[in-house]
C-alpha cells in the first residue's frame, strides 16, 4: 500500500531567519493524521538566514539526526561538542536523560538548508550521545548509501531504534531499485529534484509511506537526492 504526503500538505512557517516545513505535526502546526510514522516522529525541513539560528534548548528520550543539504550549521552541545555539519555528513544525538544544544548557521553571507529528523529510541533515559560522520561524495552518487542503522552498519551513525535510512543522489533519467521486506515499513522523502517511485510522480518535499510492499523502484525526472527510511 502506498500513500502520498504531499510537499504542499505539510505545516509551514517562515519567520523571517527561518524558513520552516513540518511532514509530522511540530510545534504550532497539529495534523492528527500525521503525528508519526512508526517510530519517525519528525521531519522538519529548515532553513535558516545568515548568521541566524536556534539558541540553546533541551531536549529529552528523542533521537535526533541532521542531513545538511546546503551551506554549513554549527553545532554546540552540553557535552562540550562543538562543529560544523556540511553536506554529505550525517550528525546524531540521542537526547536521553536530557541534552541541551544550539545549532546556528555557520555562514554571515549565505543561508544554511538542512533536515532534522527525529525518532522515538527504543529505551528511554538512555546516557546522552553525539556523533557524525563524514561520507565521501561517491557513497550516494546513482546509488543507496546507509547513513544511519540500529547497528552502524557501513559506517553510518547509530540510531537506538530498529530503522536503516539510506541516501540516494540520482542523475537525470537514473533507475535505481531497494528490495524490501514487506513485513516493515518505509518512508521516502524527496529532498532535492523529483522522482518517479513506484508509479507515483513525486517532487520536491513529496513523501511517500509503503507498507506491505516487497521493492521500491525509482527513476529521477530531475537531479534529485532523495532518503528512505527503513522502518520496524
Do not use: C
Request: proline share 3%; glycine share 10%; net charge negative.
Amino acid at each position: 500500500m502506498l500513500t502520498l504526503r504531499r510537499a504542499e500538505e505539510r505545516g509551514h512557517f517562515d519567520f523571517g531567519w527561518l524558513d520552516t516545513r513540518h511532514t509530522f505535526s511540530f510545534g504550532e502546526y497539529s495534523d492528527p493524521a500525521y503525528n508519526r510514522f512508526r517510530s519517525l516522529r519528525v521531519i522538519n525541513e529548515d532553513v535558516v538566514a545568515p548568521g541566524q539560528g536556534f539558541g540553546t534548548h533541551g531536549h529529552k528520550d528523542m533521537e535526533i539526526l541532521t542531513w545538511v543539504l546546503q551551506g554549513g550549521l554549527e553545532h554546540q552541545d552540553s557535552l562540550g561538542t562543538k562543529g560544523i555539519i556540511r553536506p554529505g555528513e550525517a550528525q546524531v544525538m540521542s537526547a536521553g536523560t536530557g541534552i541541551r544544544h544550539s545549532e546556528y548557521n555557520a555562514s554571515k553571507t549565505e543561508p544554511v538548508h538542512f533536515m532534522q529528523i527525529w525518532m522515538l529510541p527504543e529505551t528511554r533515559a538512555l546516557k546522552p550521545r553525539y556523533d557524525q560522520v563524514a561520507f565521501p561524495d561517491d557513497r550516494f552518487r546513482n546509488t543507496w548509501g546507509l547513513i544511519a542503522s540500529r547497528t552502524g552498519a557501513e559506517g553510518s551513525v547509530v540510531i537506538f531504534q530498529d530503522l536503516k535510512i539510506h541516501v540516494a543522489r540520482l542523475d537525470v533519467g537514473v533507475q535505481l531499485a531497494l528490495d524490501l521486506d514487506p513485513l516493515r515499513f518505509g518512508w521516502l522523502h524527496v529532498a532535492k529534484g523529483s522522482v518517479l517511485a513506484n508509479g507515483q510522480t513525486l517532487k520536491v518535499g513529496d513523501a511517500l509511506a509503503m507498507e506491505a510492499e516487497s521493492r521500491l523502484e525509482l527513476k529521477a525526472d530531475d537531479a534529485s537526492e532523495v532518503l528512505f527510511f527503513d522502518l520496524e
